[in-house]
C-alpha cells in the first residue's frame, strides 16, 4: 500500500512539473529596448520592442516611484500597441518602470528596470517635431484636427442659417408693405364719398326753395 502511495505521488509530481515546464516554454519572452520619451512635470511616454514570432495579446506595465512610496500596476490586452502613456506623476521625481508582454498561455518575465526623473513645471518642453514617430503624439493631433474640422463645419451651418432667416424677414418686410400700400389705395376719404357730383361736374342743388321772410304793416 506505501508503495502505490508513492507510485501515485511520483506520476503527480511529474505530470504537475511536465505542465509547468510546458508552460513556462510558451510563454513569451520579455520586452526589449524599452525606453521613455516625452517627459514632462506630470506624465511620460513608455514604449518598448516585442521579439519577432510571439503571439502578443497584450501588455503589464508596473510603475513605481524610487522611493518606493507608491506602485501602480497598468494592463492592457486586446492591443497591438507598443506605447502607454504614465498620467498624474509627480514632477522632480525619480520612476521605476518595467513592462510585461501578455501571450496566450501567460506574462512573460518582466523587462529591465529603466529609471526616469520627471521635469519642473515651468521647464520648457520639448518641441513636437522630436515627436512625430510616437503613437500618443500622433493621436493628440488627429484628435485636434478633428475638433477644428468639426467647428469649422459648425460655424459654416451657423452662417447658412443666418443668411436664411435673414433673407425671410427681408422678404416679408417687403410682402408686408406691399399690403399696406394696397390696402391704402382701395379706401377713400369719406368727404369724397358723403357729397355726390353732378354729371355735368357741380354740385347738386338743394330740392328745397329758402323760405322768403313775410312782413305784415297793421296801420291804425
Known amino acids: 500500500m506505501a508503495r502505490l502511495f508513492l507510485l501515485l505521488n511520483s506520476v503527480a509530481l511529474l505530470l504537475f512539473g511536465t505542465d509547468m515546464f510546458l508552460v513556462g516554454a510558451n510563454r513569451p519572452p520579455a520586452p ?8 514632462r512635470a506630470d506624465s511620460a511616454t513608455v514604449s518598448w520592442e516585442v521579439p519577432e514570432g510571439d503571439v502578443i495579446i497584450g501588455f503589464s506595465i508596473l510603475q513605481q516611484r524610487q522611493d518606493g512610496h507608491m506602485q501602480r500596476f497598468i494592463r492592457e490586452v486586446n492591443t497591438t500597441s507598443r506605447a502607454c502613456v504614465l498620467w498624474d506623476l509627480e514632477e522632480e521625481t525619480d520612476y521605476i518602470v518595467q513592462v510585461q508582454s501578455i501571450g496566450l498561455y ?3 518575465q518582466a523587462s529591465k528596470r529603466v ?8 521647464d520648457r518642453f520639448p518641441s513636437n517635431s522630436s ?3 510616437d503613437p500618443t503624439v ?15 463645419i459648425i460655424v459654416v451651418v451657423l452662417l447658412m442659417w443666418a443668411a ?20 391704402k389705395e382701395k379706401v377713400k376719404p369719406s ?5 355726390p357730383e353732378h ?3 357741380g354740385l347738386l342743388r338743394s330740392k328745397f326753395h329758402q323760405s322768403v321772410p313775410s312782413i305784415n304793416i297793421i296801420e291804425v
Not at 368727404?191 to 357729397?195: D, G, H, I, K, Q
Open 32 to 39: 526589449v529596448n524599452v525606453s521613455v520619451m516625452n517627459l
Open 199 to 201: 354729371h355735368s361736374g
Open 164 to 183: 436664411v432667416i435673414a433673407l425671410f424677414c427681408r422678404q416679408y418686410d417687403i410682402i408686408k408693405d406691399n399690403d399696406n400700400s394696397n390696402s
Open 131 to 133: 515627436n512625430q514617430d
Open 106 to 108: 501567460g506574462e512573460s
Open 191 to 195: 368727404s369724397e364719398r358723403s357729397t
Open 115 to 122: 529609471h526616469f526623473r520627471t521635469l519642473k513645471k515651468s
Open 138 to 152: 500622433q493621436g493628440l493631433d488627429k484628435s485636434r484636427n478633428l475638433q477644428t474640422g468639426e467647428m469649422i
